[in-house]
């Protein structure tokens, strides 16, 4: 027998019976409307305009600088040592000082090496009074030579006469042995006197080499005696002291470290890009055209350049010597070993474009406006520039960006050739 849902006797027949028929009827319904309503018409995308800023770019000649930092060092700094062995009786400096060329740093223990200058002083005199001696012993030798050679003619005159008158027996044997007797003696006298002249001036050269020996160990004495003052070679500040009041000085740990003031200078890492431009300063002037400006008005210029090699990298270091006024002072230099932050300037160039930095993107590439479309431009970067307002710029060179065309100023998130932009700042066109 056929049951009928609807008319069933059981309630939840019925139950289940109102639910299907109400779920038929909604299908029914929602098929209708699908199939008789309207279609729907897609959408028209609409392209967003970035709103950017723009500049006229200009080709100028202009000066390029950059910042860097450098260290305070010195070209020459000397470590003093004494060449004696000596007491150190006083220390007249201390770290930091300030000292002039000249002045007494270390005084050492004097007193021995003033007692061998007295006694150099004594041997020289002597030497001195003995050369006198000799010189007039010759003198008086030379002046007498001629009374000598008198004498010894003479002599042998009569020796001779008599020598005549014996062999005709007009004299005695006696007489005769008297005379030769006098004419040997002042024959001897005579060669006595020769001899003496022939050697004293032998003499007189020994003497004088013992008096310039004497002069040159008195020199060597004094010198000792100065180096018992340890002074200041330069001027500069004192780097260190080594000794105090007491101790012994030795010949190789030095007493005092100090620096020249006027070897003072700034050692800069100098950034790949602008090395070429360093070398070509230094070799084709004599007055480098590059220099550094450091706080207070401290003015640098490029003397030397310096390849450098450090744990994983190579480079070269410009030096910058300061330019200081007459009579400088220690308030003038600056320490050793203190980090300056210049500013360098560079030979001026033609052709560089000066840009804010927000028209930079990733060092590379600006984006010019045409026709309110951007165009990417690649730039070599040079430089860094102060403008007349005070204004920091970049300075740039690109063959391809034209004078006058407006350049962005706008740092867009997702700046792509193309790109549709509008020109916010009144006084410039995106025209191309």
């Known amino acids: 027998m056929k049951i009928n849902p609807f008319k069933s006797d059981n309630p939840r027949h019925r139950q289940w019976g109102i639910c ?32 950017v800023s723009v500049t006229t770019a200009a080709k100028q000649r202009l000066q390029p600088s950059f910042t860097a930092f450098g260290k305070i060092e010195s070209s020459q700094v000397a470590s003093l040592r004494s060449e004696l062995v000596a007491q150190v009786r006083a220390v007249m400096v201390k770290e930091g000082d300030w000292i002039e060329a000249g002045e007494t740093l270390v005084q050492l223990d004097d007193r021995e090496a003033e007692l061998q200058v007295k006694e150099r002083r004594a041997a020289l005199k002597q030497h ?3 050369l006198a001696a000799t010189r007039v012993e010759l003198h008086l030798e030379e002046q007498n030579a001629s009374h000598f050679s008198a004498r010894h003619e003479v002599a042998q005159a009569k020796l001779k006469r008599h020598k005549d008158l014996m062999s005709k027996r007009l004299i005695s044997k006696s007489l ?14 005579y060669h006595t006197h020769v001899r003496e002249l022939r050697r004293l001036p ?13 002069e040159a160990q008195l020199q060597q004495a004094l010198i000792n005696l100065e180096k018992t003052r340890i002074s200041a070679p330069f001027s500069g500040p004192v780097l260190g002291v080594y000794v105090a009041a007491g101790d012994l000085s030795n010949l190789t740990a030095p007493l005092v470290k100090v620096a020249d003031a006027d070897g003072f200078e700034l050692r800069i890492p100098v950034p790949d890009q602008y090395v070429q431009q360093f070398d070509q300063a230094l070799t084709l002037r004599r007055q480098s055209p590059i220099q550094a400006f450091a706080a207070g ?3 640098l210029h490029l003397t030397r350049l310096a390849g450098h090699v450090r744990a994983g990298q190579t480079g070269v270091d410009a030096f910058f010597a300061f330019s200081r006024p007459a ?24 052709n560089l474009i000066a840009l804010p930095v927000q028209s930079i993107y990733e060092n590379q590439r600006v984006y010019a406006v045409y026709n309110n479309r951007l165009v990417a431009h690649a730039i070599e970067r040079v430089g860094e520039h102060q403008s007349a307002e005070g204004s920091y710029q970049v300075l740039v060179r690109s063959p391809d960006l034209k004078p006058g065309a407006a350049v962005i100023t706008t740092q867009l998130p997702r700046a792509i050739s193309g790109l549709l932009v509008e020109v916010a700042n009144a006084g410039h066109t995106s025209g191309g």
Do not use: M
């Open 297 to 299: 008005g401290v003015k």
């Open 20 to 51: 299907a028929a109400v779920v038929l009827c909604a299908a029914l319904a929602s098929l209708s409307i699908f199939a008789t309503g309207p279609a729907a018409k897609p959408a028209t995308p609409v392209e967003k305009a970035w709103p």
């Open 202 to 214: 032998s003499e007189v050269e020994v003497h004088e080499a013992r008096v310039d020996r004497a």
């Open 327 to 350: 009579g400088h002072s220690a308030a003038f230099t600056t320490a050793l070993g203190k980090v300056l932050n210049v500013s360098i300037t560079l030979p001026a160039q033609d």
């Open 128 to 130: 001195q009074a003995n």
């Open 176 to 189: 005769l042995d008297e005379v030769a007797s006098q004419a040997s003696e002042a024959s001897i006298e």
